[in-house]
């Protein structure tokens, strides 16, 4: 069992930035993918970015040169730093991680959900 607590989400204007943590209850032992994940109201979860264990990083087209996605091993922290924010970034972000390499953008994929935290970006 892993717990996943998020922050940092909150309103900004177009062109701003935030970023998001995630603080898990323990230490991740390898095999594991651990993603960020978004949801805008009608819309289905996509993924945004995600790492696995090796440091293999990958993004959505739609974040791509303006997020960026790291962890603190030793802080047990995962990261998302979002630069020049759009009003069509505007979602629910989550975090989540499970104990397995592949398919890490499905999110039907993890077994283990933060809360979640609103980012909001206005024009």
């Known amino acids: 069992q892993v717990q996943l607590v998020e922050t940092g989400g909150g309103s900004v204007q177009a062109g701003g930035s935030l970023r998001l943590s995630c603080a898990a209850s323990?230490?991740?032992?390898?095999?594991?993918?651990m993603g960020w994940f978004r949801q805008a109201p009608g819309k289905e979860r996509e993924a945004v970015a995600y790492i696995e264990d090796d440091g293999k990083t990958s993004y959505a087209d739609s974040v791509k040169g303006r997020f960026t996605i790291s962890q603190d091993n030793a802080k047990n922290t995962l990261y998302l730093q979002m630069n020049s924010l759009k009003p069509e970034d505007t979602a629910m972000y989550y975090c989540?991680?499970?104990?397995?390499?592949?398919?890490?953008?499905?999110?039907?994929?993890?077994?283990?959900w933060g809360q979640g935290t609103q980012v909001t970006v206005s024009s």
């Open positions: 323990r230490y991740m032992y390898s095999p594991y993918c």
């Open positions: 989540a991680t499970k104990p397995r390499r592949g398919l890490c953008s499905r999110p039907s994929m993890y077994d283990y």
